[in-house]
Nanobody, 115 residues
Framework: VQLVESGGDLVQPGGSLRLSCAAS????????MSWYRQAPGKERELVAG????????YYADSAKGRFTISRDNAKNTVSLQMNSLKPEDTAVYYC?????????WGQGTQVTVSS
């Protein structure tokens, strides 16, 4: 299993970013995918999740109304569109899949929201 995140950047408050995760090494279309984030000094937290067929998205309260998770099973990618970004969204964002009792992570992509 390999997960490679991209799209992180420095953005001003109120701005937008789109994160992408390229997945390989497993039957992508058969698994739900998630985005987590970890801010300095804090525990890693679930931000959003999406089922294998793209339905039933889940959002943490902090993400509702601002973030949208989506996936492209033809391209083996899952994305996170983030709008109206706030300084408290600053974190390393990770793509995640759970398969056969194991949890797999990418290397993460840094999102910094600051003026």
């Amino acid at each position: 299993v390999q997960l490679v995140e991209s799209g992180g950047d420095l953005v001003q408050p109120g701005g937008s970013l789109r994160l992408s995760c390229a997945a390989s090494g497993f039957p992508f279309s058969s698994y739900g995918m998630s985005w987590y984030r970890q801010a300095p000094g804090k525990e890693r937290e679930l931000v959003a999740g999406i089922s294998s067929d793209g339905g039933s998205p889940y959002y943490a309260d902090s993400a509702k109304g601002r973030f949208t998770i989506s996936r492209d099973n033809a391209k083996n990618t899952v994305s996170l569109q983030m709008n109206s970004l706030k300084p408290e969204d600053t974190a390393v964002y990770y793509c995640n899949v759970r398969r056969r009792g194991l949890s797999y992570w990418g290397q993460g992509t840094q999102v910094t929201v600051s003026s």
